[in-house]
C-alpha cells in the first residue's frame, strides 16, 4: 500500500513538471506573433492587415463594402 502511494506521487509529480515546463499552446488556427489590425473604411471593425482587402489606401473587411464605397465614390 505504501509503495503505491509513493508511484502515484511521483507520477502527479512529473505530470505536474511536464505542465510547467511545456511552452504554452496557441488556440488551433491562430499564431502568437502580433499583426497589424486596420480599420474598414465602411463600417469601422478591425481585421488583421492579411486579410484585409485594399484600394487606394483605405481597408475594407469584405468584397461587399469594398464595391460599395466604390460606387460611393
Partial sequence: MRTLVI?????????????????????????QKN????????CGIYIPEQEALQRAGHYYCSQTHLDENSRQS
Fill in 35 to 42: 499583426e497589424r489590425m486596420v480599420q474598414c473604411a465602411n
Fill in 7 to 31: 508511484i502515484i506521487v511521483l507520477v502527479l509529480i512529473v505530470i505536474i513538471a511536464k505542465r510547467l515546463w511545456q511552452k504554452p499552446q496557441t488556440p488551433a488556427g491562430r499564431s
